[in-house]
């Protein structure tokens, strides 16, 4: 199967945010501010219930799941919730999917690469575009698949070096959004705090910890909560201007859409938000 001849425009700059906290009103604001969609983080249902409710509250805005889990979440039933957000909102839902993680699949993640080529063959029989899904992808083949059988790749955490590796392989004509991790914090010490706490989770998990060391890294940087050099590599914090300078440095590394997530998570993201778009040249005119 050949690269889709179109591509979903995301706009180039997105935000991501974990599900149980990603509210209609954050995606009105974004959509106000000028970002081309909203990445709903985790693990979504099948049922993309608050897919809807995020597409009902807003008017253009694209929507996009970063990533729909293929152990957890049935490709039919999947597929039956895209034909419903489609028919409701045409044109504006993007279906990323992927196989997350080992630790947290236990004895069910077995050949999860030919679990994924079947869960997009299941997709394809239930008539979802391949240009209107998105592949998670990390290493080669699944760059390959992704370029091959859908819009592109969402990676999530990784840098502008891996995107220029991601470029390389997939080509020019497949989609690369890029989530990227932002702390809107002046206070380095501070800062650090936040970005270790968040990566203590995310460099124990065997995918992302081989990417990083493929692409940039060494075990003596990422062991022990990390140095404080590739915490800030890897959690960048600063004001606005340099915050998107960051996501400028994504773009310019060859991605086409930077997701962004604001940590910590919890806290409130519009003035941020809003602050990045103008940076960033996007925030519409009011």
């Avoid at 299941?122 to 059988?149: F, N, Q």
């Avoid at 990417?211 to 890897?234: M, N, P, Y």
Wanted: aromatic share 6%; with cysteine.
């Amino acid at each position: 199967m050949s690269t889709p001849a179109t591509k979903p425009d995301l706009g180039r700059l997105g935000f991501w945010r974990g599900g149980p906290l990603l509210t209609p009103e954050i995606a009105v604001a974004a959509e106000r501010f000028g970002y081309g969609t909203v990445w709903i983080g985790g693990s979504p249902a099948a049922d993309l219930t608050l897919a809807s409710e995020l597409l009902d509250a807003t008017s253009e805005l694209k929507v996009a799941t970063g990533i729909v889990n293929i152990w957890t979440a049935p490709a039919a039933e999947v597929a039956a919730s895209f034909h419903r957000l489609e028919q409701s909102h045409p044109g504006r839902f993007v279906l990323g999917v992927g196989i997350g993680h080992r630790e947290a699949q236990g004895d069910t993640y077995q050949k999860p690469y030919s679990a994924l080529v079947g869960y997009l063959d299941v997709l394809d029989a239930e008539g979802v575009p391949a240009d209107r899904r998105m592949i998670s992808a990390l290493g080669p083949k699944t760059l390959k698949l992704a370029a091959a059988r859908s819009a592109g790749t969402h990676p999530y955490m990784t840098t502008p070096t891996h995107t220029r590796f991601a470029r390389d392989i997939i080509g020019p004509d497949a989609l690369i959004a890029a989530e990227q991790r932002l702390v809107p914090d002046l206070d380095t010490d501070a800062a650090r705090a936040v970005g270790r706490s968040f990566l203590s989770r995310y460099l124990a998990l065997a995918n992302y910890r081989r990417t990083l060391e493929q692409h940039g890294f060494t075990a003596s940087d990422l062991d022990d909560g990390a140095t404080d050099d590739a915490v800030d590599a890897l959690t960048p914090h600063g004001t606005a201007a340099e915050l998107a300078a960051v996501v400028q440095g994504q773009l310019d590394a060859g991605a086409d859409h930077v997701c962004v997530q604001l940590l910590p998570a919890r806290e409130d993201p519009i003035d941020t938000l809003e602050r990045l778009a103008g940076e960033l040249g996007v925030a519409h005119a009011r």
